[in-house]
């Protein structure tokens, strides 16, 4: 906790079918009271699972069907009209899956003396909302894309539907019959309960300037809970499951826990074997990280941190749990001694070389010390423990390397399989080869340096401009950078607004990741503005974090 700036953590654990013991430790923040099994945390996007219970609970009385157009039911607001809604209409099985091609990954929050949006204009991209637009933009249901802006629509088509506000409707269908006696959806939290509640911390260590912010997209992140309250929530889905729950039936709660696309249910993510099949949800608000997870009969874990490091300390915490009980999932691995399979020097030499894995990223395996070294584009060096002779590992990613078994000569491929995947990664021809090769050797000088990437410095200075402005030049970024900025805009633009006029830019030094740190000074704020350059000059990726 010390080394990652977590101030506090509370943990809730289920064992057989009640919760079996619950914990706090560290503080509410620094300086101040023991975190305790009753201290309230945000949870993130742990609200959108609390949310599908209920829209399943009215599913199930008949009030709402799952494949009818939500525009039947929207009163307020409607889904945007478009080339894409034209040939296909969103339903709430849609937006509850995350595949119904809704924009808007997630939301910052708003500082506790910010002006707050109205839900309408959360869902317009209008002001005082620092998020974008919400509308469909790929076409619905032909793939899996996480959209918390999916929530929000399904927020407004409740309280068009009810009449009810939000968080009364929760705490009346799913709060109360659930056990949920701590929780509430109410944003900003009363002034009442602020004593009852952790502070959030950035991952500096610092205070979130204000305290926690206030999310009036409640149903995607607005829920302020504890660890045992979450475990409540299990043990209700996995009561529903066995038909003794008074909020779902056992076959809507198994609606719910069947995987529609991507590893995801509604509302709620479904892995496991068909043995032991679990449910899970991870969630992070300003300064808030958690985890859930509980097996379909049985077991599970809450997790929940006043920090953004926590997810670190939670993903350990759950590691550990899962080995102590001997889960069938999320324990570490034991690794066989790599000496006990020995390997030529040839055999080594052979899969040494340079490996396309997609657009600009690569795949660079290296021989030393007697080993082979993987290392990906904007990624550190990561030695390779042998599981056999042609099959490897990382000792902290839960992934796989196989190379061919009995080739002559240089391996052609790799196959990389991960979280159930195979990703076929193929050997580059001797002059690409040298160009990624010169490419990683010049970041190697730079980094040992210190010294900028030509051109970087100019980049930020650019982008921030143009930020400033709301009008980046999409054709100077990647791919996936101009995507994320154009989700992005509407709040980066209003947060570089709030931090008043630029003073400064310094450039702070070379990331282990291939990143140039500058410092971004203004008047009222600094950020750490981390940028990637691509060789053509494009900036590849680029996040900016408050300064430490």
Excluded at 288 to 293: E, S
Excluded at 313 to 318: G, K
Aim: aromatic content about 8%.
């Amino acid at each position: 906790m010390t080394a990652l700036h977590v101030p506090g953590v509370s943990i809730a654990v289920i064992h057989d079918g009640k919760i079996e013991w619950a914990n706090g430790y560290g503080v509410v923040r620094l300086g101040g009271a023991p975190v305790t099994p009753e201290t309230l945390f945000q949870a993130g996007s742990i609200s959108k699972p609390v949310t599908a219970m209920a829209v399943m609970h009215l599913v199930q009385t008949g009030k709402l069907n799952l494949d009818t157009d939500v525009n039947q039911y929207l009163k307020s607001w409607k889904v945007p009209s478009n080339s894409f809604t034209e040939k296909t209409k969103i339903t709430l099985r849609e937006l509850l899956s995350h595949t119904a091609g809704m924009t808007v990954h997630g939301f910052p929050g708003y500082a506790s003396d910010a002006p707050l949006p109205t839900l309408v204009q959360v869902l317009n991209g209008a002001k005082p909302a620092n998020s974008p637009a919400i509308y469909v933009d790929i076409a619905p249901g032909s793939e899996w894309r996480y959209s918390g802006g999916g929530f929000v629509i399904e927020q407004q088509l409740l309280l068009d539907t009810t009449g009810k506000p939000f968080p009364a409707l929760m705490k009346e269908t799913v709060l109360m019959p659930a056990g949920m006696s701590h929780s509430t959806y109410e944003q900003p939290l009363p002034k009442s309960r602020m004593t009852e509640a952790a502070m959030p911390y950035h991952s500096n260590g610092q205070a979130t300037p204000g305290g926690p912010h206030v999310y009036p997209e409640m149903s995607a992140a607005g829920l302020w809970t504890t660890p045992s309250d979450l475990a409540h929530f299990a043990l209700e889905l996995q009561n529903a499951l066995a038909g003794k729950s008074t909020v779902l039936s056992a076959a809507t709660a198994k609606e719910m826990l069947t995987p529609i696309k991507g590893g995801w249910g509604i509302g709620i993510g479904v892995g496991g074997s068909s043995a032991h099949p679990y449910f899970q949800h991870g969630g992070a608000d300003d300064g808030f990280q958690c985890d859930m997870v509980a097996y379909n009969s049985g077991d599970g874990i809450a997790i929940m941190t006043n920090s953004d490091n926590g997810g670190q300390l939670a993903a350990e915490i759950l590691r550990t749990i899962a080995y102590e009980r001997k889960w069938p999932d999320f324990a570490p691995r034991e690794l066989p001694n790599p000496a006990d399979i020995s390997l030529s020097d040839d055999t080594l030499h052979r899969d040494a070389g340079v490996y396309g894995v997609g657009p600009g990223v690569n795949r660079i395996i290296t021989v030393e010390n007697g080993q082979l070294v993987s290392q990906r584009t904007n990624q550190q060096k990561r030695p390779l423990v042998p599981l056999s002779a042609n099959i490897f590992t990382w000792k902290t990613v839960d992934a796989q390397l196989e190379f061919p078994k009995d080739e002559q000569g240089p391996a052609s491929q790799i196959v990389l399989h991960q979280n159930g995947h195979d990703m076929t990664e193929k050997r580059l021809s001797d002059a690409d080869a040298k160009i990624v090769l010169d490419a990683a050797a010049g970041f190697d000088r730079r980094f040992k340096e210190q010294k900028p990437a030509a051109g970087s410095e100019a980049a930020v200075r650019r982008m921030i401009d143009e930020l400033i402005a709301g009008k980046p030049n999409y054709d100077l970024m990647s791919a996936g950078l101009a995507t994320a900025t154009r989700q992005q805009l509407t709040g980066i633009q209003s947060m570089f607004a709030g931090f008043g006029a630029l003073q400064s830019i310094a450039f702070k030094g070379v990331g282990p990741e291939g990143d140039d740190i500058y410092q971004v000074k203004f008047e009222k704020g600094s950020i750490d503005y981390r940028v990637w350059l691509a060789p053509d000059g494009k900036v590849e990726s680029a996040n900016f974090r408050p300064s430490e």
